[in-house]
């Protein structure tokens, strides 16, 4: 909102996707992030779960809400701190199988990295397929970093230690990592099955981040005199 120098009275909800909402980011940490940016009190604020697509999802939702009319001014983000609040905190379904009471389900609850390697059997994947793919991911978002394509996009932020001293500004993306040495990636074992393809290396990451957009229709956007980046066209 800063940097498109609107004023933030005039965004109508913040749509805030979240995968595990508890903690620092439970109690609607959409409405809790605005009033803390300083949004007047009367712009609302909603959290979302849908797992890994949760940030996605918060688009769809603000693109749905100007499509139909119902908003002219959304800003949809997302947010996770995977070192402070471990995935699957809100429930024990991924380790057990069941929901919290021990509540059966009528599917088999999964840890996202055994789906993982049963998606790659189905399909054939192979480790080194996957190991030169994820190569190319960090190299390509390295570049990407280095020729400055990245830089606006990134808001730097004060690092802090786990016992609150500060520490310096972190400017970039800590999750890319280049060089990449195809050798060391190939000796790691196997995470979630002995003769599986699924290592440290070619699987996401435990991350802290967060991002957000402003979605406005094509009129509120001119009335704001504000520059379009792009348009969503389906969903």
Same mark, same amino acid.
């Given at each position: 909102?800063?940097?498109?120098?609107?004023?933030?009275?005039?965004?109508?909800?913040?749509?805030?996707?979240?995968?595990?909402?508890?903690?620092?980011?439970?109690?609607?940490?959409?409405?809790?992030?605005?009033?803390?940016?300083?949004?007047?009190?009367?712009?609302?604020?909603?959290?979302?779960?849908?797992?890994?697509?949760?940030?996605?999802?918060?688009?769809?939702?603000?693109?749905?809400?100007?499509?139909?009319?119902?908003?002219?001014?959304?800003?949809?983000?997302?947010?996770?701190?995977?070192? &402070?609040?471990?995935? =699957?905190?809100?429930?024990?379904?991924?380790?057990?199988?069941?929901?919290?009471?021990?509540?059966?389900?009528?599917?088999?609850?999964?840890?996202?990295?055994?789906?993982?390697?049963?998606i790659a059997e189905k399909w054939g994947l192979t480790r080194e397929e996957l190991d030169a793919f994820s190569? &190319?991911?960090?190299?390509?978002?390295?570049?990407?970093?280095?020729?400055?394509?990245?830089?606006?996009?990134?808001?730097?932020?004060?690092?802090?230690?786990?016992? =609150?001293? &500060?520490?310096?500004?972190?400017?970039?993306?800590?999750?890319?990592?280049?060089?990449?040495?195809?050798?060391?990636?190939?000796?790691?074992?196997?995470?979630?099955?002995?003769? =599986?393809?699924?290592?440290?290396?070619?699987?996401?990451?435990?991350?802290?981040?967060?991002?957000?957009?402003?979605?406005?229709?094509?009129?509120?956007?001119?009335?704001?005199?504000?520059?379009?980046?792009? &348009?969503?066209?389906?969903?």
């Amino acid at each position: 909102v800063e940097r498109s120098g609107i004023d933030a009275g005039e965004i109508e909800d913040v749509i805030c996707g979240c995968v595990t909402p508890m903690r620092e980011q439970g109690a609607n940490v959409g409405r809790l992030g605005a009033l803390k940016a300083g949004f007047p009190i009367t712009v609302p604020g909603v959290q979302l779960n849908r797992m890994c697509g949760s940030g996605q999802q918060s688009v769809h939702f603000a693109a749905q809400a100007i499509a139909a009319g119902d908003m002219d001014c959304v800003v949809a983000c997302g947010v996770e701190s995977m070192s &402070r609040v471990p995935m =699957g905190s809100d429930s024990n379904a991924l380790n057990t199988g069941k929901l919290d009471g021990d509540l059966e389900m009528p599917v088999k609850m999964l840890h996202q990295g055994v789906s993982a390697e049963m998606i790659a059997e189905k399909w054939g994947l192979t480790r080194e397929e996957l190991d030169a793919f994820s190569a &190319r991911s960090h190299e390509l978002c390295a570049a990407a970093t280095e020729a400055g394509y990245i830089a606006s996009q990134i808001v730097p932020m004060q690092s802090l230690s786990k016992d =609150g001293a &500060r520490g310096g500004m972190l400017t970039h993306d800590e999750g890319v990592r280049v060089p990449v040495d195809l050798t060391k990636m190939a000796e790691l074992k196997t995470i979630f099955r002995k003769d =599986g393809v699924v290592t440290a290396s070619n699987a996401s990451q435990i991350s802290d981040g967060s991002a957000a957009v402003l979605l406005c229709s094509g009129e509120k956007a001119n009335e704001l005199g504000l520059q379009k980046r792009a &348009r969503i066209v389906a969903r």
